[in-house]
T-cell receptor, first 114, second 114 residues
Framework: DVKVTQSSRYLVKRTGEKVFLECVQD?????MFWYRQDPGLGLRLIYF???????EKGDIPEGYSVSREKKERFSLILESASTNQTSMYLC?????????????FGQGTRLTVV | GENVEQHPSTLSVQEGDSAVIKCTYS??????FPWYKQELGKRPQLIID?????GEKKDQRIAVTLNKTAKHFSLHITETQPEDSAVYFC?????????????FGKGTHLIIQP
């Protein structure tokens, strides 16, 4: 079974803090993604990575950065948290294969910025 | 970039009836269209997907149809059951074997009335 694990289920941070959200997958997947989920807006892609040290911007990268130093780990960084970044954050991973593109999601991190 | 519209946002059906959720996409290059189900408090999970070289795909009570010309695809659930209650997301992407982030619709909350 593919396992995608996010380090925290719930986080409360103060405005201006630097926040790290961690994601680890155990299936040797090349691709990893960070999505943000808000009611009525669905899932929106923040950043993705197809290899170690590689990263690509998604649809809403502003205010975020990412780090992928090891294949199994993909971190989302909020350089200076703001209240409009209060949201559910979902990490996902998938294999590099044009015929097999299923994305496996983590359980999510609900971040509240106060 | 890709834009995916999903309708309706909420769908209430009687148990045993059928449910249909519709999505349209904007990028003619998109060739992979998955559907994810998210139960309350849980992570999204893939339930069925279709590629652009196929017009219809079935898996027991669920089916997906794709009309490439009109750029729309639909999820059909027959003989609905209480466990079908969830939020359903459609998505689209170009799958060329790389890390292609999915563009999601905003979701449909399916309610099965007993």
């Amino acid at each position: 079974d593919v396992k995608v694990t996010q380090s925290s289920r719930y986080l409360v941070k103060r405005t201006g803090e630097k926040v790290f959200l961690e994601c680890v997958q155990d299936m040797d997947h090349e691709n990893m993604f960070w999505y943000r989920q808000d009611p009525g807006l669905g899932l929106r892609l923040i950043y993705f990575s197809y290899d170690v040290k590689m990263k690509e911007k998604g649809d809403i990268p502003e205010g975020y950065s990412v780090s992928r130093e090891k294949k199994e780990r993909f971190s989302l960084i909020l350089e200076s948290a703001s209240t409009n970044q209060t949201s559910m954050y979902l990490c996902a991973s998938s294999i590099w294969d044009r015929l097999n593109t299923e994305a496996f999601f983590g359980q999510g991190t609900r971040l509240t910025v106060v | 970039g890709e834009n995916v519209e999903q309708h309706p946002s909420t769908l209430s059906v009687q148990e045993g009836d059928s449910a249909v959720i519709k999505c349209t996409y904007s990028d003619s290059a998109s060739n992979y269209f998955p559907w994810y189900k998210q139960e309350l408090g849980k992570r999204p999970q893939l339930i069925i997907d279709i590629r652009s070289n196929v017009g219809e795909k079935k898996d027991q009570r669920i089916a997906v149809t794709l009309n490439k010309t009109a750029k729309h695809f639909s999820l059909h659930i027959t003989e609905t059951q209480p466990e079908d209650s969830a939020v359903y997301f459609c998505a689209a992407t170009y799958s060329g074997g790389g890390a292609d982030g999915l563009t999601f619709g905003k979701g449909t909350h399916l309610i099965i009335q007993p």
